[in-house]
């Protein structure tokens, strides 16, 4: 059964592959119409109809175990994902989007399950597609034989054995990285109607502007639309970039207790405290949750000869975090009452760009929640941090020649 299994996820891919040529033959995006994960058969029968065919693919991962459904130009809607799962077997689903034009299907699985058939059917009346995937139980040691994401190098990341030049661009200017957090199939924090996605996406764009109105800076996104992009595809798009600064945009909500005030994180193995080191590992697990496999992660030498770098780098983050909270205490007035923290954010691991996370505030406080909301408020905080980079700025161009090269 696992050789037909392996058949199933190279078709799954194969379809993919052809994605841009059969993609633009559709008229528009395919839109989900229903579907339901049921039990049946001593197994699960996963069926989803949408308005036509589109590519897509499948694969298993372990660590926890999931099925990962990955679909080309599919409006999902107000999908309900909880009305959707009617299986004992599937612990949760999770769909959004994933990166631009693409959208992704993660669902928990309660027990391993292996994929016994997966079709996509259309009907030549109407183009109408249904979807079937068939799923049989099997021992652990049988999943994880299936189980790992098929590698396409068009796929987030660059292939690693492929460096691409750092951009030549005019030294007198600072390029600055803006990292609007989460996006597509994680929404981050959630209060009334609002999500962390949608509104760092917004302030990021606000701050985009404000940056390049002051001059003397170049600034890009990592996200411009609400996609998925990975904590290493977003470090990746700061070395691609040639980015002098990097920084990470989110407003959390706290399950317990309340924060208020804007608050920076710098990079560190350990926590300043308990509720940062939380925070981190939340973080950290975003890319987990979306669906990606990291288990052939980890590179001892590559990790340790980063940490020297990171080590020579840690004093101009730690400035460009006091840096941006004064310009930010100047302009809102009011600042976390511990503003300066540190935890380990994978995000903030470029081992030669200072790199900070901001909290701009707390959904999870009501007082943060309104001033979050309003473009006026959103406009403040983006002046104070702009003054803060222009000091940072100065400061950084001036100690200089004083930093091993």
Request: glycine share 8%; no cysteine.
């Amino acid at each position: 059964m696992s050789g037909f299994v392996k058949r199933i996820l190279a078709f799954g891919l194969s379809v993919v592959l052809a994605g841009p040529t059969q993609s633009q033959e559709l008229g528009a995006l395919a839109r989900f119409e229903k579907g339901a994960v049921q039990d049946r058969w001593g197994g699960s029968e996963l069926r989803l109809e949408i308005s036509q065919g589109v590519p897509w693919r499948l694969f298993m991962l372990s660590n926890p175990n999931r099925l990962v459904m990955d679909f080309r130009e599919v409006q999902w809607g107000n999908a309900d994902t909880a009305a959707l799962d009617n299986s004992d077997r599937i612990a949760g689903i999770r769909i959004g989007g994933y990166r631009p034009d693409w959208s992704r299907l993660v669902a928990d699985l309660s027990e391993p399950l292996i994929v016994e058939s997966a079709e996509l059917v259309t009907d030549t009346s109407d183009g109408s597609a249904m979807i079937t995937v068939l799923l049989e139980p099997v021992d652990q040691a049988s999943f994880d034989l299936t189980a790992g994401a098929p590698r396409d190098p068009r796929w987030d990341l660059p292939a690693a054995a492929i460096v691409n030049a750092v951009p030549s661009r005019d030294p007198d200017r600072v390029s600055v990285v803006l990292d609007p957090g989460h996006g597509g199939i994680d929404p981050g924090a959630e209060r009334d109607g609002i999500t962390e996605a949608d509104l760092m996406l917004t302030f990021g764009r606000e701050l985009q502007d404000v940056l390049r109105r002051a001059g003397g800076f170049d600034v890009r996104l990592t996200r411009d639309g609400d996609y998925f992009v990975s904590l290493e595809a977003r470090v990746a798009a700061a070395r691609n970039a040639g980015a002098d600064v990097f920084i990470s945009l989110h407003a959390d909500a706290l399950a317990e207790g309340e924060a208020r005030g804007a608050a920076v994180y710098v990079l560190s193995d350990e926590a300043s405290d308990a509720a940062s080191a939380a925070l981190a590992e939340r973080h950290n697990r975003d890319d987990l949750l979306a669906g990606l496999d990291l288990s052939q992660s980890d590179d001892r030498v590559a990790n340790v000869l980063m940490s020297l770098a990171r080590l020579d780098n840690a004093p101009r983050s730690e400035a460009l975090a006091k840096h941006m909270l004064d310009g930010i205490r100047n302009a809102v007035g009011r600042v976390h009452k511990r503003p300066l923290r540190s935890a380990g954010f994978s995000v903030l691991k470029a081992a030669d760009i200072p790199s900070v996370l901001l909290e701009v505030g707390f959904l999870s406080t009501a007082e943060d929640l309104k001033n979050l909301s309003d473009p006026i408020w959103r406009q403040g905080m983006a002046a104070g941090i702009r003054d803060g980079l222009i000091a940072w700025r100065d400061e950084d161009r001036a100690l200089a020649p004083l930093r091993r090269n």
